[in-house]
């Protein structure tokens, strides 16, 4: 089978394209966007990530959308506004949005399986970004599912389907399941301010610290707090 995989470099999407492996797909394209975000050392790690699981790799610069995210309330991608510093609680991430981001990644990722003849569209939502992000959440995944399929009728494969199989799950199972595949986590990037190591003090590190400890797994992140 085939799969065209949004890869971010991150644990959720890295863990995926694993799992994706794992489960009988022999061919991947890994697909890497670089929206503008402050985060783009996580490009390198997606690179890496590709290149162990023998994957094809393809970077999509959105340079046409840079201008206009720098304007938004995104933390992401405005560069007058700090990335939020401690829990990952939707209070305190709000600023972390980034407005349709993966209804962008989905459409272009989804154009490109329709060409290759892939069978499946996977992105690495969970359960615990879905009262942040309303992208993630099971209602959207349907919806966007739908829609693809329905605009593409003719002129993809016909079991070709948007998938997410982690859309239940919280990040402490991604981390369990990662640990079983043995995937290599100290090569995975996750946190939003970018940077040589992870900030330690951002939402975003503070969710990965907490999934490896409810994990009971030891994180081989290297903090600079």
């Excluded at 605009?151 to 997410?164: I, M, P, Q, S």
Aim: glycine share 8%; charged share 20%.
């Amino acid at each position: 089978m085939k799969a065209v995989l949004i890869l971010s470099g991150g644990l959720d999407s890295s863990t995926l394209a694993y799992w994706l492996k794992a489960n009988g797909y022999n061919e991947i394209i890994c697909i890497t966007f670089d929206y503008g975000q402050k985060q783009i050392v996580e490009l390198k790690y997606a690179k890496g990530i590709a290149k162990k699981i023998g994957a094809e790799h393809r970077v999509i610069d959105m340079s046409f959308i840079k201008n206009f995210l720098s304007k938004s309330n995104s933390s992401l991608t405005n560069s007058s506004i700090s990335v939020p510093h401690g829990e990952y609680t939707k209070e305190n991430m709000q600023s972390t949005v980034v407005p349709n981001r993966n209804s962008m990644m989905l459409t272009m990722a989804w154009t490109i399986a329709c060409v290759e003849k892939a069978n499946a569209v996977v992105y690495g939502a969970h359960g615990g970004d879905h009262y942040l992000y309303p992208d993630t959440r099971p209602e959207y995944f349907d919806a966007i599912n739908k829609s693809l399929r329905m605009g593409t009728e003719d002129c993809r494969e016909d079991d070709l389907n948007l998938l997410a199989p982690f859309i239940n799950w919280h990040k402490t199972d991604i981390v369990k399941e990662g640990y079983r595949l043995n995937v290599p986590f100290e090569e995975t990037w996750t946190c939003y301010e970018g940077g040589e190591y992870h900030c330690g003090l951002c939402g975003a590190c503070s969710g990965r610290k907490t999934a490896f400890i409810d994990a009971n797994i030891p994180d081989p992140t290297v903090y600079k707090s």
